[in-house]
């Protein structure tokens, strides 16, 4: 019978590693997606937390009225 091959470990990634979107100062809209990208990440969804970082990114950059 062939020796048991050693399992091998696989490296995890972390899935905040890219820098945070910038919410627009002043924004509404902008500062309720990172309250609810804080509250993704708190529960480790990074899925919902990179979707908020789209919106922000996404988000119209003109002048806040």
Same mark, same amino acid.
């Given at each position: 019978?062939? =020796?048991?091959?050693?399992?091998? &470990?696989?490296?995890?990634?972390?899935?905040? &590693?890219?820098?945070?979107? &910038?919410?627009? +100062? !002043? #924004?509404d809209v902008c500062?309720?997606?990172?309250?609810?990208?804080? &509250?993704?990440? /708190?529960? /480790?969804?990074?899925? !919902?937390?990179?979707? #908020?970082?789209?919106?922000?990114?996404?988000? +119209?950059? !003109?002048?806040? =009225?």
């Open positions: 019978m062939a =020796a048991a091959r050693p399992r091998r &470990e696989i490296p995890q990634r972390n899935p905040f &590693e890219r820098a945070d979107a &910038e919410p627009m +100062p !002043g #924004c500062a309720a997606l990172v309250e609810q990208r804080a &509250e993704y990440r /708190r529960l /480790r969804c990074a899925s !919902g937390a990179s979707d #908020c970082d789209i919106e922000i990114r996404q988000h +119209p950059r !003109g002048v806040v =009225a």
